[in-house]
């Protein structure tokens, strides 16, 4: 017994007490610290275990001849930065039941023409996966389900014939007998990760690992895996709509913040190589409020819908509701609006949507916002083949994006025939592009060239 002594666990940040608190002294999170059994000694033996390396010379290192392979999906090898790196290990994390299972399914499917892949699940059962498989049509010789939850089992099957891909699903699901805590939680899930991580390594077997995202967010538990794995994807969109969007939002071996789209459909989630045409299929021409706006991701621009409506309040406290932007980016252009602009949102719900539950996160969705604002206040629509792009700044002034030949071409590609953009982006607009470009440097001219109203406070239109 002198081996094993009792230590308290944040399940939050990991931080370790030897007593119980009712409050993290770390991360100050309520009710997080849980009971454990540190096995010292198992620990030990494991650590003197691992083989003993020495340095090596950078010179001496051989290349692998093909570090990467293609997986067969196009959003796939978009989002990992050009393929999947042997021996990388990546976490794909994302609200329950938005379709996490369904797309790691569909990939290790199509990996598997290549060569041996193996699906570990410890949510489901193999019937179970089985169904899902024969509704997403996906059968093949070289998918191996193995329904498991112990980590020794399935580091064993991956020593005995090393797969070309293994899945993890979850990792929450998952547990080493080296530790005495129940699976989920923070000790077991970083312990876990890290040993799949180090036989992927040694072996060169690319590992997938899903990892559920709380309430607040995070990657349920431990925001720590961040750290350990090479790459983060996160799966997002809004449950009721078809639009999935896999995002990189950190990539050892390639850039992040690139996206991979795709649609749910009956047989599973579907790859989407041109979002801009089915995210602006619905949308409405002549209505005030309703603006296109380019966003790039990573190195993909796509054209949204943004809208938004102004509406006199009846209430006390105006209301600013705003999906797929930051509620803080709203409330300062609001106030740039108010304060250099003489608009007047005093008395004003504001609402704000971005068609097809995208998220914009660039400054550059900023002039797209702001117009549409003005669209909805003065109640004058916006021509329907106009784009929109360009940051705003709290002086009101508009100020230049990156890849404005990007966009450009995006838009024209679309047969959008004008772009508003920042006067410094314009001046650089390619030549042999077809349709004109609108240049702005401030929102005063964007009031003037878009809307054709002088100086002095602009009149409310509707009601
Ligand atoms: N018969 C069906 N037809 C169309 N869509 C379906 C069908 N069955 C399931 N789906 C879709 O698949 C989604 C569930 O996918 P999946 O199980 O892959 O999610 P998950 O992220 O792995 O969930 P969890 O967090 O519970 O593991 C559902 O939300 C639903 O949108
Ligand atoms: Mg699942």
């Excluded at 940040?13 to 007593?19: E, M």
């Excluded at 602006?280 to 621009?301: D, F, I, Y």
């Amino acid at each position: 017994m002198s081996d094993h002594k009792l230590i308290y666990r944040c399940q939050q940040c990991g931080h370790i007490s030897p007593k119980w608190m009712g409050k993290c002294p770390e991360c100050e999170a309520w009710d997080s610290l849980v009971e454990e059994v540190a096995a010292k000694g198992h620990l030990k033996a494991a650590k003197i275990a691992r083989h003993l390396s020495r340095p090596v010379s950078l010179e001496e290192i051989r290349a692998d001849s093909e570090p990467r392979f293609l997986t067969g999906t196009g959003e796939w090898d978009r989002v990992l930065g050009g393929g999947l790196t042997r021996g990388s290990i990546v976490l794909l994390a994302g609200d329950p039941g938005i379709g996490k299972s369904t797309l790691l399914l569909q990939a290790l499917s199509k990996m598997a023409a290549q060569g041996p892949v193996l699906y570990v699940s410890g949510e489901e059962s193999p019937q179970q996966l089985k169904s899902r498989a024969h509704r997403l049509g996906i059968s093949s010789r070289d998918l191996y389900i193995f329904s498991e939850t112990s980590l020794e089992a399935v580091l064993e099957e991956m020593e005995k014939k090393p797969p070309l891909a293994v899945a993890v699903d979850s990792i929450q699901t998952m547990h080493t007998r080296m530790l005495d805590v129940a699976p989920g939680s923070i000790s077991q899930v970083r312990e876990c990760a890290s040993r799949l991580m180090r036989a992927g390594k040694e072996t060169g077997v690319s590992i997938f690992i899903i990892g559920h995202v709380t309430k607040e967010g995070a990657i349920a538990g431990p925001r720590a895996l961040e750290h350990l794995v090479d790459t983060v994807l996160y799966l997002e969109g809004d449950r009721t709509h078809a639009f999935r969007l896999l995002r990189a939002v950190k990539n050892r071996f390639g850039s992040t913040n690139e996206v991979g789209v795709f649609e749910m459909k009956e047989n599973g989630l579907e790859e989407v190589p041109n979002p801009s045409q089915l995210l602006l299929a619905e949308r409405p021409r002549g209505v005030s409020g309703s603006v296109v706006a380019c966003s790039v991701e990573g190195t993909r621009p796509i054209l949204v819908e943004l809208q938004a409506l102004v509406s006199a309040t009846g209430w006390m406290q105006p209301r600013r509701t705003s999906m797929g932007v930051d509620t803080n980016r709203l409330s300062l252009l609001l106030a740039v609006l108010e304060k250099k602009l003489g608009f007047n949102f005093a008395q004003q719900d504001v609402f704000v949507n971005v068609a097809g539950g995208v998220r914009l996160v660039e400054p550059a969705a900023d002039l797209a916002l702001t117009t549409a604002l003005m669209s909805s206040y003065l109640d004058r629509p916006l021509p329907a083949d106009l784009v929109v792009w360009g940051e705003v700044g709290l002086a009101g002034e508009v100020r230049g994006v990156g890849h404005s030949a990007l966009r450009a071409a995006e838009a024209s590609k679309l047969g959008f025939s004008t772009c508003l953009t920042p006067r410094s982006n314009a001046e650089r607009f390619p030549h042999d592009m077809e349709g004109r470009c609108l240049g702005v440097r401030s929102l005063q001219e964007v009031l003037q060239v878009v809307f054709e109203q002088g100086s002095g406070a602009p009149e409310r239109g509707g009601r």
